[in-house]
Each structure stands twice: as structure tokens, then as C-alpha cells.
């Protein structure tokens, strides 16, 4: 999207399938922050975004809960920051969702915390807790997807619309990645 032309064409493309210039903005967002050659600050993973953060603290959880480890990693105070900082992210986000929509990852992001380190220090703790995230982290997503959905039709605030076209380039980032390479 930095090379003026590359602009000029997606403009043109936009143009003739019919997009609003609110559509084509949103689009716009979407593919400058999930551009594998865009700066660094303007890349999805610099952005705070509730699906990158719930997906932390799962992936964390989930870390904890392998079996066969001498020492569970992460450590508990590690793993219950992630989680803390889920649910600051999902609270601070809420307004950006539709209404209710992301309740229940607080609410149990919020249990979790609550437990503290003493709540993750067996495997098969971290282990629920990981499982319940799951559900809760496919909520959130499908939150994401709808609210984005509205954002396109132009019924979302500026703000929202911004947060919103963060939060689909982070699932856009986040699927089908390899984690293995």
C-alpha cells in the first residue's frame, strides 16, 4: 500500500466493484496493518487487539497445561498477567463490539484472575480454564466478525471502525498460521 500506484490500483478496484469510500477505507485498514512489509508501527502486532490478547493469555494456558514437564512454563505470575491483560483489553475494547457480545470473556478472564497463581499451579487447572477461553476467545471473534460486518454497511462510529479493522487484521494475521515454524 506504500507505492502510489499499488494505492492508485486498489482505488480503481474499489471503484469498479462499487465500494463506499467508508468500505474502501475499512480495506484499506485491514491490508496496511496485516502487510508483512509494513512498518513495524503500523503492523497489527504493534496494536493492542482483543483477539491477539485473549489468544495470549489462552496460548499461555493452554502452555501450562502439557503434560510431561518438569517445571510448567509459563510460570503463574507470567501466565496470569496475560490473562489480566485479556480482560483490561477486552474491557477497554467493549464499546467497540456489540453490546454484551464479549461478557462472558471477561467474566471469564475475571474468574481466572481472581484464582491467582495459586488457581494455575497444576496442570489440569490451566488445562479447564485454557478450554472454557476457547469458547469464549470464538465469541469474541464472531463479535469481531459482526461488528465488522455493521462497520461495513457504515453503521459503526470512526473510532469503532478503526478498532474494529484492527481486530479483523489481527484474526486475518492469527489464521492458519504455522505454529510449528
Known amino acids: 500500500m506504500s507505492l502510489v500506484r499499488a494505492e492508485a490500483d486498489?482505488?480503481?478496484l474499489c471503484q469498479r466493484a462499487g465500494l463506499s469510500d467508508g468500505q474502501r477505507a475499512l480495506l484499506e485498514a485491514v491490508l496496511?496493518?496485516?502487510?508483512?512489509?509494513?512498518?513495524?508501527?503500523q503492523h497489527v502486532t504493534s496494536a493492542p487487539t482483543a483477539v491477539a490478547t485473549?489468544?495470549?493469555?489462552?496460548?499461555?494456558?493452554?502452555s501450562r497445561a502439557r503434560p510431561g514437564r518438569s517445571k510448567p512454563q509459563p510460570y503463574p505470575e507470567q501466565a496470569l498477567d496475560l490473562v489480566i491483560d485479556a480482560r483490561e483489553t477486552l474491557e477497554a475494547f467493549a464499546s467497540h463490539f456489540p453490546p454484551g457480545r464479549v461478557d462472558g470473556a471477561v467474566n471469564a478472564l475475571t474468574v481466572i484472575e481472581r484464582g491467582g497463581p495459586a488457581g494455575l499451579k497444576s496442570a489440569t487447572d490451566p488445562a479447564a480454564r485454557a478450554a472454557i477461553l476457547a469458547g469464549r476467545a470464538a465469541e469474541v471473534q464472531t463479535a469481531v466478525t459482526d461488528g465488522f460486518a455493521a462497520a461495513w454497511c457504515g453503521t459503526a462510529a470512526a473510532g469503532t471502525r478503526e478498532q474494529?479493522?484492527?481486530e479483523m487484521a489481527a484474526?486475518?494475521?492469527?489464521?492458519?498460521r504455522q505454529h510449528h515454524l
Open 164 to 166: 474494529l479493522a484492527l
Open 10 to 12: 486498489l482505488i480503481r
Open 54 to 62: 485473549l489468544a495470549r493469555a489462552h496460548s499461555a494456558l493452554e
Open 171 to 176: 484474526l486475518c494475521v492469527m489464521e492458519g
Open 32 to 41: 496496511a496493518a496485516s502487510d508483512p512489509e509494513a512498518v513495524l508501527t
